[in-house]
């Protein structure tokens, strides 16, 4: 029960359609079961509720809410939607991220619309989120903000906006933290490799018109650990292990989730 009685907003908690679960939902159930108090916020309303179904039995608190990170007054009633019914705001965990579903496309063949899509959806985001939580945490004197970035911000990757707003999302995560390890609270981002979910394997699949399996085989065979993807439950333990009182002195760092694939590019 690390998290018992801790209130936690997660942001990006339904999925898209694929096989298996996806990080933020996996992350829900994570947090329930170690006790959170969950709003599980996504734009798919039953996808959200389908995620705090799933939360809820497995013994957890966690209450579907509506929001398009695109438009900042939603996400600000998240927030207080959260603060209302619990009367604070723990953790913040923002999983919401885009590439080729957003357009996303090579540095020849980016478009303005595209870009200003995934920008929109991977860090602006992020930053408003934090913008309205910021607030609730400062008069707490304490809070936990997890980011999910990718390793893409690190590594050679073939698309424009994905790359440069997972790059950014990683140094603005690193600004909260210094700005306000004053007032207690931490903020840290996990950057995944490889990952066996909907959004990276299915979404995939469905662009390049190939099987499932194919490209499953083809993102395992990159993996250096094991010649095997990671899956969400190895994002959301660690995201578990960042919301929680074991990293209350671990802020500002950016952590590796991906088999080994920056040592090997490092």
């Known amino acids: 029960m690390r ?31 170690e006790g959170a108090k969950i709003l599980a916020v996504d734009r798919n309303l039953a996808s959200a509720e389908e995620t705090a179904s799933l939360a809820q039995r497995e013994g957890g ?26 009367g604070r705001v723990d953790i913040l965990h923002y999983n919401v991220g885009v590439s080729l579903a957003g357009g996303d496309a090579s ?19 992020a930053i408003m989120a934090c ?22 911000a690190w590594e050679n990757y073939p698309l424009v906006a994905y790359k440069a707003t997972k790059a950014a999302l990683v140094a603005y995560t690193q600004q909260i933290a210094i700005q306000n390890a004053g007032y207690g609270i931490r903020a840290n981002v996990i950057l995944p490799g490889l990952m066996d979910t909907p959004m990276a394997v299915d979404t995939r699949a469905r662009a390049s018109g190939r099987s499932r399996a194919e490209v499953a085989a083809e993102r395992d065979a990159r993996v250096p650990l094991r010649n095997r993807m990671g899956t969400a439950w190895d994002v ?9 009182d074991e990293a209350d002195f671990i802020t500002g760092v950016a952590l590796p989730v991906d088999g080994g694939a920056l040592v090997r590019i490092g």
């Open 61 to 86: 608190e966690c209450v579907a809410f509506e929001a398009d990170v695109t438009r900042e007054p939603t996400l600000k009633a998240a927030i207080a939607a959260a603060e209302g019914r619990w």
């Open 236 to 244: 959301a333990n660690a995201a578990l292990f960042l919301a929680s």
């Open 107 to 125: 540095p020849l063949e980016i478009t303005e619309e595209a870009f200003d899509r995934v920008a929109a959806i991977n860090l602006r985001g």
């Open 131 to 152: 913008k309205h939580v910021l607030p609730i945490m400062r008069r707490q004197r304490s809070g936990a903000i997890i980011t999910i970035s990718s390793v893409a």
């Open 3 to 33: 998290l018992e009685d801790k209130i936690a907003v997660i942001i990006g908690a339904g999925q898209g359609p694929g096989e298996g679960l996806g990080n933020g939902r996996a992350t829900a159930l994570r947090f329930a079961r």
